[in-house]
């Protein structure tokens, strides 16, 4: 390749980098459809956790320090730091060294507009990896994204490693909706435990001890109370003793305990839109008026049935940068 000619990465990244936060939400739109049903919700979670209007913000800032002060930010957000794992609760997660490898090598024209060259890229990976697209729509809109946020440089440097056990590689798309879709078994005469019933949330699908329960009607922050084990060292936000989801207040006014859900989100309450809903906006994690969205506020969502979730690396004030506070 002559000195002159930039590297395909680089290519790419410059066709990515004019494109707009509404571009992207349409490409996921248009393509929600033909993902494949595992990472259906997880796609569109994932974009809810890594919004590129946050990204924007801190291109367009001389001080970052100041930003991230202003934006309340706690945790990690930043993509060039996580290139290989923020995605890790999505199930193609397993095929991310072929769809990196198909975004690096990526020539040509990309097509317009981008549900076009998610396709184009997406098809090179299934190649590769001996899947069927739609396996990997979602994971190569993630890395796409990925390589808009982490920009060629970082992404580059991302070795492509593969996140999980052999175990849980082995899982097939059918066993992982199986396992979302199961309510715990309340024994033979369940039916009269009435309030005493009570349900397993997952909080992290790739490890089986990442569990706790919750009573029936009882919010998911205040269940994750009972997990007593160490989380604060793996993640200062969350307070010891407190369980796995970082928590604050219990009053949706902090924004600390946002979650996506993977699997039940039908077994939540719906959302209350003078409490939750409104935070929800002011926080910037979500705006939505469905009544059981894909991300949710754990001290306000209370439980009906088994649900898988995921907890998100960062929390913070996006709404600031949209002009809602």
Known sequence: MADDQPAPLE????????L???DWRRAVE???????????????????????ELCQAFEQSDDHVTLARRLELMGRWRLADQVDESHRF??????WPQVKSAIETFTGTPPEPLAALVTAVADAAARTARVDREMLLGMTLVGLMTLRQAGPEAFAAAPGRVHLTDAVRAR????????RARDDF???????????RTWTVTFDESDPEARFTVINGQ???????????DYHSRDPRCTPNEGPIPVECRAASCGTCWVGVLGGAEKLSPVVAR?????????????????RPLVRLACQATASGAVSIVIPPWNGMVGKIRGIN
Do not use: C
């Not at 999505?90 to 095929?95: G, I, M, N, S, W």
């Not at 097939?172 to 396992?179: C, K």
């Not at 929800?280 to 994690?285: A, D, I, L, N, T």
């Open 219 to 229: 919010e998911l922050a205040s269940g994750a109370q009972s997990d007593k084990r």
């Open 275 to 291: 409490d939750e809903g409104r935070r929800m906006k002011v926080f910037g994690y979500l705006d939505s008026e469905e009544p």
């Open 90 to 95: 999505l199930f193609a997660h397993r095929y």
């Open 20 to 22: 707009s936060a509404e």
């Open 30 to 52: 248009t393509l929600s459809a033909s993902i494949h049903e595992v990472d259906r919700n997880a796609t569109r979670i994932w974009f809810s956790f890594y919004p590129l």
């Open 11 to 18: 290519t790419l990244a410059r066709h990515l980098a004019p």
């Open 186 to 196: 309340q024994g033979p005469l369940g039916f009269l435990r009435g309030i005493r």
């Open 172 to 179: 097939s798309p059918h066993q992982v909706m199986r396992a």
